[in-house]
């Protein structure tokens, strides 16, 4: 079973307990009404899908009940790490460190 | 009030063979949920009586009363039953100077027992939880099959069980099914 690890908890723990919750660092707009239909329309729906890093939100649902983010390999599917709702996007050389 | 349909009253799973394996249903009590920011749980702590872990999945027990580190702000707070109109009255009264939410779900759950040298078998049948990690007196919110329970760690052997009522003939019958396979030695 994959085991990920709770920022929150701090704790690596069965996937089951978690749901995946989409896209991370994605800010709404604070004022929508004055977006065009095409800002709007990629906020709404357009995400990255990258090949690769990928920054994504998860929630730790049957435990702690957290939202916090995570990196992870779209294509290994490993996650690189994971880490604290509202912390800035790691960089790079900080995923790098941290990949198991 | 508590609700009149009552699930698992009555009922009892034992084993052949001293200590291997019970489960019975545990003794209605008063449960809480309680949401509270880090500053104030020192006045919650006083308010229930009993100190609340900061850490999560510590806890602490005063006399009979239980406090659960589920979550950064989260605690579940048990306590018998003639004790949970105090324990509400003491929260209230705190409201002006500590924002919080103190929830009674007293009705909401069963808590169940699971003892015995075949405890930890019986659970891990159902359980996604590497139990071996588990230290006694840590508690978790996890799963059993495909219903959320918290799992308390009462003992190295014991083991405390808190599901809705909605789930808990659920649980109750693989705890069931597990307990045959142990008594067969399958
Ligand atoms: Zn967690």
Known sequence: MLLIRCPYCAAE?????????????????????ALTDE???????????????????WRHLHGCGRFFNAVRDTVTDKFAMTYRAGLPRPTASEIKEARP | MLQEHRHL???????????????????????????VADGNIALASKAFGCDLPRTIGATSDSGARLALCLGPDEWQLLAPLDGRDAIEAKFAALYPKMPHSLVDVSHREVGIVVEGTGATLALRSACPLDLRDMAVATVTRTVFDKAQIILFREGENRFR????????????????????EIELGI
């Open chain 1, 13 to 33: 723990r069965p996937e089951v307990e978690f749901v995946y919750a989409g896209e991370a660092h994605i800010a709404r707009p604070s004022d929508p009404s």
């Open chain 1, 39 to 57: 800002q709007w329309k990629n906020h709404l729906f357009i995400r990255t899908n990258p090949r690769g890093a990928h920054f994504e939100r």
């Open chain 2, 161 to 180: 069980i808190e599901v809705w009522q909605s789930f808990a003939d659920h649980v109750w019958g693989i705890l069931q099914a597990a307990g045959r």
């Open chain 2, 9 to 35: 009253e009555g009922r009892r799973i034992a084993t052949q063979g001293p200590g291997v394996l019970r489960v019975e249903r545990i003794e209605d009590c008063a449960r809480f949920s309680l949401r």
